[in-house]
């Protein structure tokens, strides 16, 4: 089987700097694992994670203004590395898949 991880890059558009300390869920098939960003805004999940649905929670308290959390439902269909960076500003997010 080929292993299946997951990353993210948290960053405050508004004052263009990392997001640290940013808890992060992730939940694959009957596993959660979960993390914080490090300084840099960073956070890594080590496979193997199966394929297929994952929910992918960022808890944002205290980081924005409106959001207090953001869950990203994905579908990891293919074996590699996803790298999903969130975007944070005051009022909104944005996110991607990076590489």
């Keep these: 089987m080929n292993a299946i991880s997951v990353s993210t890059h948290v960053l405050h558009l508004g004052t263009g ?3 640290a300390g940013i808890e992060v ?3 694959a098939g009957d596993e959660l694992v979960s ?3 490090d300084v840099d805004g960073r956070l890594r999940f080590e496979g ?5 649905p994952v929910r992918m929670t960022f808890s ?3 980081q924005s203004e409106l959001f207090r959390s953001v ?3 994905l579908d990891l269909d293919a074996a590699g590395h996803h790298h999903i960076p969130l975007l944070l500003s005051p009022y909104g ?6 590489s």
């Design 25 to 27: 869920e992730l939940v």
């Design 60 to 62: 944002l308290q205290g």
């Design 35 to 37: 993390g914080r960003t």
């Design 71 to 73: 869950t990203l439902d």
């Design 93 to 98: 997010v944005t996110t991607y898949r990076g």
């Design 48 to 52: 193997p994670l199966p394929r297929g």
């Design 17 to 19: 700097r990392p997001a």
